[in-house]
């Protein structure tokens, strides 16, 4: 006798469990209601930190592209380990909200979804998703301390570098900490041109678009991921000299309105630019490498 598996009594996958995952999506959503308010209240203000909505748009579309194309898969919940994944979550979300710490919040979604992803799919699932769900570490809003250490470094790095090189250019050019001094105008390097957001914002771009494009070549991938600090802080500084500059032409009214907001955008596009003409340059180098040992295993 032959033995078969019936359409009722088979795996359930996505298409059949859908309601669950929907009530589960649903339950995290409430649990996390007060801290989005809270996000777009603080941090996600501020220039900054203003990628976070960003952060989680992509982070759902990761996900739901994934999904879509996995959700014929057979579900094979983890419960043990999705239980432990999700308590720990949770009970870390209970802490952080006692205790008033809006990035332990935000961390600690990251566990809770991934329980839930084991209680109903279980590990290959997890794995599946580990990307998209990983992706929103990069909408933790960082701690007052660990801005104000990395902000004031930035912005000094950043005024000494604009200084030496207008002053190289024969301009009449002093400096006083962070205020750079050009003609009859003050320029002070405020907190939002140290080049901290365009460096998280950045690496948030950058890792995508590794895991995208380059993520099969890991060193490939190490070296366009270790670029990406440099790069940004090189686009701010020329953001910074571009102000100066600006100023000393134009008189310090030129920096009001949306000129400020324009030069910006204007710094990510050019660094985000510079990331792509850094992996034109190693797909040149893998090319002529490849080349090469072709013209030598000719040769020999």
Known sequence: MSAFVTPSHAAPTLKTAWPWAALLAGAVLAAYAPTLVRLFDGPWRTEQQSQGPLIIGVSLWLMAVASQRSSARPLAPAPVWGWCVLV????????ARALGLLGAEVLSAIAVIGGCVLLLGGRWWLA????PIGFLLFAVPLPDWMIDAV????KV???DAVTAALYAMGYPVAQNGVSIVIGPYEVLVKDACSGLNSIVALLAVGTFYVY?????SAARASLLLA?????AIA???LRVLALVLIVYYSGIDALSGPLHLLTGLGMFVAAALMLLAFDGVLSLGVRLSTRISQAARIRS
Do not use: D, E, Q, V
């Open 235 to 237: 686009a701010n500084f």
């Open 88 to 95: 720990s979550g949770l009970a870390l979300l209970f802490c």
């Open 212 to 216: 995208a494009f380059r993520r099969r």
């Open 227 to 231: 670029a990406i600090i440099p790069l």
């Open 128 to 131: 599946t998703l580990a990307f």
């Open 157 to 159: 790095f950043i005024s």
């Open 151 to 154: 902000t004031l470094p930035l």
